[in-house]
């Protein structure tokens, strides 16, 4: 098998300096690109409330907090400052490509050269800041958040796949590096707008992620010898091709033998074919499931219920506080998908059934208006966002360990699928949500 098929079975580290330096490269090369992959989508999530408030009043900038909102269909006073437009709908434009992408992908992406899938990522994420910010129409901005959702979802499965090529502590740098941008894209989207600048400014100075992401894909990491950056990756039989060559050398029974043990080999060796790949997705199921149901949750309180627990008597406005959710739930993201070094949680099912209990008690918490302060709600989110991180990071770590090295690769890519068809159906239910809640 080629060297560069060598997959993440946690060979033995070199003991010179040069192999631990190529070790901390990689590493840090993964962290930075599960940053960058991340950061444009996680913006676009912050920026969901300013975006829907910036279209609905000409682009201004200053969305001005208010207790009750007009229902803009039934002319009707709600209790809650609703946005005309759920951020649901902001969370449908930045999940539904990534969606599709992760359906299709693990059939044909492999015919992609991993080099030209990071320029095409790099491309869609440099279009999502500029169009969003120069947009002067809701629509074209949902378009730029759409580009954004390409550059993530491309990049994930890519990356994913391509820590087969690394030994298995790269997973630990992607996860970290992906919470990392949701706290990175979060927290400075809040802090920058909160102290005066723009939100389009904001999204202008936000151009350097891409730039960021090139260098450490093509520069940082330290890739095996024979990786195939500009070529399609295919996997081929080493032996098939020896034993081609040998057959004018053989009698009649020894070449009937070869290409019997030949067969045998390319089964081991050869590329997956369709009905081993369903056989593959249907034992990812275990790991899927439960990790699509977490962000199911997780999701539709980030976006189907964060925007209607609003505090008028809080010292911060509905934006800023909407923001500070979104901030704080991404902290609790990057504690956890840090976490992997130290503690690795196998039962996921069990984080998804907490993450449950979050959706339920927020969902009543704004039915009945219960909770006294958005203090509290500030702990629950920081929470919800520990416990997606850990689903997140322990799942893909589990099925590296537990899945062939044959398998590995596709495996990667496709379970990817689990978190992002969670968003999708959360954003999908938090529409009629949001209307309902409006309407009162």
Known sequence: MDQAVSVNADPDMPSDSEGRSSRWRNWTGFWLLGLCNNFAYVVMLSAAHDILKQQ??????????????????????????????????????????????????????????????????????????????????????????????????????????????????????????????????????????????SPRNTLLIMLVVPVAMVISYFFLLVFPPSFPQWKCREVESVRGRDSQSRQPLLDDTDEEEEREKGAEEDKVTGPLTCIEKLHITKGLLRFVVPLGVVYFAEYFINQGLLELLYFPNFYLSHAEQYRWYQTLYQVGVLVSRSSLCCVKFRRIWALSLLQCVNAVLLLLSVYYQFLPSAWLVFVIV?????????????????????????QREFAMVAASVGDSLGIAVSGLIAFPVHRYFCSL
């Open 56 to 197: 609905g009043s000409h682009n201004s900038t200053s969305p001005t907090p208010s207790t009750v909102a007009l229902d803009v269909e039934g002319g009707k006073i709600s209790r809650y400052d609703c946005s005309p437009v759920s951020t649901a709908a902001v969370l449908l434009a930045d999940i539904l490509p990534t969606l599709m992408i992760k359906f299709s992908a693990p059939f044909f992406v492999h015919n992609l050269p991993y080099g030209f899938r990071v320029l095409v990522c790099v491309a869609t994420a440099i279009a999502s800041f500029l169009v969003v910010s120069l947009s002067s129409t809701m629509w074209i901005s949902v378009l730029g958040v759409i580009f954004a959702s390409v550059s993530a979802g491309l990049g994930e499965l890519s990356f994913l796949s391509l820590t087969v090529f690394f030994s298995r502590d790269v997973l630990g740098g992607w996860g970290s590096g992906t919470g990392g941008a949701g706290v990175a894209g979060a927290l400075l989207y809040s802090g920058l707008t909160q102290a005066g600048l």
């Open 382 to 406: 920081l929470y919800e966002g520990l416990l997606g991180g850990a689903a997140y990071v322990n799942t893909f770590y589990f099925i590296s360990k537990e899945t062939g090295d044959r």
